[in-house]
């Protein structure tokens, strides 16, 4: 089981490290600091889990969230 989830890991960072901040500026931004990416990974293990999104379209969900919540305040 532990394979398994880090595999699943691997392939979440593997994304993160590709991101783009023209696309996704807020999760970019989150994943330069080692609390921020951990919580990035936490937040699409559950959407990929969850929702039954691939891990790419979890990334954009979360990115689309933080837009509205950062511009409801």
Same mark, same amino acid.
Do not use: H, W, Y
């Given at each position: ?6 595999? $699943? ?9 590709? #991101?783009?901040? %023209?696309? &996704?500026? &807020? !999760? #970019?931004?989150? &994943? %330069? ?5 951990? /919580?990035?990974?936490?937040? !699409?293990?559950? /959407? !990929?889990?969850?929702? /039954? ?6 990334? *954009?969900? *979360?990115?689309?969230? $933080?837009? !509205?919540? %950062? %511009?409801?305040?």
């Amino acid at each position: 089981m532990e394979n398994l989830l880090e595999q $699943f890991n691997t392939q979440i960072n593997a994304l993160l490290d590709e #991101c783009v901040e %023209s696309q &996704t500026p &807020t !999760v #970019c931004n989150l &994943t %330069s600091s080692n609390e921020g990416r951990k /919580k990035i990974v936490e937040l !699409v293990q559950k /959407k !990929v889990i969850k929702e /039954k999104l691939t891990i790419a379209e979890a990334i *954009i969900s *979360i990115e689309m969230e $933080f837009s !509205v919540n %950062s %511009s409801d305040k």
